[in-house]
């Protein structure tokens, strides 16, 4: 009759110590889970969302935490809960960008009304900057289009700083009060 070579010691005590260990950290996770609930229910507007991100928070305990010291352990779990909501919010936000750049569908979205009154509206603004004195026009233009600060506009039109200010603020004040009529 044979029978199955018996385990020595040292590797029931590393058995037996892993499952300690296991079972420590499972009780920190329980000791903590409420706070850290609340704690990203102050980052992330869903239950579902916190569910997600306390789901992967003890995965990483389970499989990282026993490199981390036990006095260390709770302040651990609150920095992977706030790493895992910003890395949450972080990919909401680029699937927002994206769904807003192209639709769902994946091509982009045109709103013919949206359409026909931006260039209505691109229309009036044209039509009121053309209407402004030169020296405006020329202040607006090179701020804009060129994107020159109002030092540089100053300089290339060898006015004072102030100068190329005032005719700004006045330009745009115009162009509010045109466009709201």
Request: charged share 30%.
């Amino acid at each position: 009759m044979s029978s199955a070579p018996l385990p020595d010691k040292d590797e029931n005590l590393a058995a037996e110590t892993a499952t300690e260990g296991l079972a420590r950290r499972r009780k920190v996770y329980d000791e903590t889970k409420v706070g850290l609930r609340f704690f990203l229910s102050k980052r992330l507007p869903q239950n579902s969302d916190i569910d997600d991100c306390l789901q992967v928070v003890f995965v990483k305990l389970m499989e990282k935490g026993d490199a981390v010291a036990p006095p260390a352990l709770r302040s651990w779990l609150y920095r992977v809960a706030s790493n895992e909501s910003a890395r949450l919010w972080r990919r909401k936000a680029a699937t927002e960008r994206m769904y807003q750049k192209h639709g769902e569908a994946g091509i982009p979205v045109l709103d013919p009304t949206k359409a026909a009154m931006q260039a209505e509206a691109t229309e009036q603004l044209i039509k009121a900057l053309k209407e402004l004195p030169e020296s405006w026009q020329q202040i607006v233009s090179l701020r804009i289009y060129e994107n020159l600060t109002f030092q540089q506009i100053a300089d290339q039109l060898g006015i004072p700083l102030g100068t190329a200010l005032t005719r700004m603020r006045r330009a745009l004040e115009r162009l509010r009060n045109d466009l709201s009529k």
